[in-house]
Nanobody
Framework: QVQLVESGGGLAQPGGSLRLSCAAS????????MSWARQAPGKGLEWVSG????????YYADSVKGRFTISRDNAKNTVYLQMNSLKPEDTALYYC??????????WGQGTQVTVSS
């Protein structure tokens, strides 16, 4: 079955960096767009970034544009989210999801990112 397992979350200081990974299995990874989304405490789910199946195009929410970079390695069935210049408002549970922002159909369990001094 489809499995998405996130890792790489943790505590970072404002201005710091973290790199999230999502290992996928149970489907043909290279055939699907992938996305990252997040949910901050007390807030709704926010789509953060997406990448085409072949990595040729990437998309970002305005809130992270210029600071976050999504990438993928289809040989390793893994999608990444490089997060730089982190802000306290980036604190959230980050989810990896299969699909584009309008068609997210499988989700991982999430990895917590906390940005605090």
């Amino acid at each position: 079955q489809v499995q998405l397992v996130e890792s790489g979350g943790g505590l970072a200081q404002p201005g710091g960096s973290l790199r999230l990974s999502c290992a996928a299995s149970g489907f043909t990874f290279s055939s699907y767009a992938m996305s990252w989304a997040r949910q901050a405490p007390g807030k709704g789910l926010e789509w953060v970034s997406g990448i085409y199946s072949d990595g040729s195009d990437t998309y970002y929410a305005d809130s992270v544009k210029g600071r976050f970079t999504i990438s993928r390695d289809n040989a390793k069935n893994t999608v990444y989210l490089q997060m730089n210049s982190l802000k306290p408002e980036d604190t959230a549970l980050y989810y990896c999801a299969r699909g584009s922002y309008y068609d997210l159909n499988y989700w991982g369990q999430g990895t917590q990112v906390t940005v605090s001094s």
